[in-house]
């Protein structure tokens, strides 16, 4: 109960005297609903207990996949539950990219939560964008739950949603600039795909087979006073003439 309490407290504007994000109390980024069945729910009240930027980690290596609220009564996930934790604590930048580099290279979940905690609390656009674009190659399988069931996703394609969609995981997220926005304003660099050189190298490749097959069967003009004025290569370089062709 004490927990809970400490919870609602957070949420109280009198009592409330912590880092703000967005100009705002961190908890306020997820809607009242939700915010209320996280604080109602057994995995917060167990499991969330206590905890700290160091000894969150622990919690979060045990999350088995992402998502928001899921069933009827739309319970909130181990993952949605530490999200809001992160938010309550406000851990350092330098922690957050613990979770994500050296942590996340092992453990996908909790890089998915640390993507998630940074697209929610990091407040500019340019951060968001340069701290989780590199991790559109991490094509590492994610399991999620949805509201009726369960659906498979990759790294790569949660950090997309995180930079292209406004809601995710039942958090209406906070409004993000698109990129060619930022890289008009010179607040970016353009970015390089992960995949450039490979696709230049399959370019070459079409362009070398391009040529290869326009060489075979070429149209030769024959010198004056030959037949038709007109040869073809022969299989063995030769030029042919049509009517030395229809002789055969």
């Given at each position: ?48 207990f206590g905890l700290n930027a160091a000894t969150l980690l ?159 069967g070429e149209v030769e003009e024959l010198p004056h006073g ?23």
């Amino acid at each position: 109960m004490a927990h809970q309490a400490d919870a609602k407290k957070s949420l109280d504007e009198r009592g409330y005297t912590g880092a703000l994000i967005h100009g705002d109390n961190p908890l306020k980024l997820f809607e009242k609903a939700v915010r209320d069945r996280i604080v109602d729910s057994y995995y917060w009240k167990e499991q969330c207990f206590g905890l700290n930027a160091a000894t969150l980690l622990d919690r979060a290596l045990e999350l088995t996949f992402i998502g928001g609220t899921y069933g009827v009564a739309q319970k909130p996930t181990p993952f949605l539950c530490l999200a809001f934790k992160l938010l309550q604590l406000v851990p350092e930048r330098e922690i957050i990219q613990y979770y994500l580099e050296q942590a996340g290279e092992e453990y996908k979940y909790l890089r998915a939560l640390a993507a998630f905690y940074v697209r929610l609390a990091w407040e500019k656009d340019e951060d968001v964008y340069t701290t989780l674009e590199p991790y559109l190659s991490d094509s590492r399988k994610l399991k999620r739950r949805v509201r009726e069931g369960w659906a498979l996703t990759h790294v790569d394609d949660f950090v997309d949603e995180l930079l292209v969609k406004n809601r995710v995981c039942a958090t209406t997220l906070p409004k993000i600039n698109p990129r060619v926005f930022l890289e008009d304003e010179d607040r970016l660099e353009p970015r390089v795909s992960a995949l450039g050189d490979e696709l230049e190298e399959l370019d070459q490749e079409e362009e070398e087979l391009e040529v290869d097959s326009g060489s075979e069967g070429e149209v030769e003009e024959l010198p004056h006073g030959r037949a038709n004025g007109i040869a073809r290569t022969g299989s063995d370089g030769e030029v042919v003439s049509d009517e030395e062709m229809d002789g055969d």
